[in-house]
């Protein structure tokens, strides 16, 4: 993925987290993200698409935490305790 379009993504994620769907304009992860509107819809045909990819990646990304933990070798209670511990956010 090239950078301008993973900051659109990240942009997108965040602002997903901290505001949900309804109240994520295009314009805010414009602003976000510091990238022109030109190059959003290069990338991305609708902020349903660029939604799409974001949760696509956080998605990616939480199986990868949920492997890194529950595929170790320590003990399932090391396990359960660090999958209840962890950080449930998107920074």
Same mark, same amino acid.
């Given at each position: 993925?090239?950078? *301008?379009?993973?900051?659109?993504?990240?942009?997108?994620? *965040?602002?997903?987290? #901290?505001?949900?769907?309804?109240?994520?304009?295009?314009?805010?992860?414009?602003?976000?993200?510091?990238?022109?509107?030109?190059? $959003?819809?290069?990338?991305?045909?609708?902020?349903?698409?660029?939604?799409?990819?974001?949760?696509?990646?956080?998605?990616?990304?939480?199986? #990868?935490? /949920? =492997? #890194?933990?529950?595929?170790? *070798? $320590?003990?399932?209670?090391?396990? $359960?305790?660090?999958? /209840?511990?962890?950080?449930? =956010? *998107?920074?």
């Amino acid at each position: 993925m090239n950078a *301008t379009k993973e900051n659109l993504v990240e942009s997108m994620k *965040t602002l997903l987290w #901290e505001r949900g769907y309804d109240a994520t304009s295009p314009n805010l992860v414009l602003e976000h993200s510091h990238i022109g509107k030109g190059s $959003l819809y290069h990338h991305f045909r609708s902020k349903k698409a660029l939604a799409i990819a974001a949760m696509e990646v956080r998605t990616d990304e939480l199986i #990868e935490e /949920f =492997d #890194e933990i529950f595929l170790s *070798t $320590l003990p399932w209670a090391v396990k $359960l305790e660090q999958f /209840f511990s962890a950080r449930k =956010d *998107t920074s």
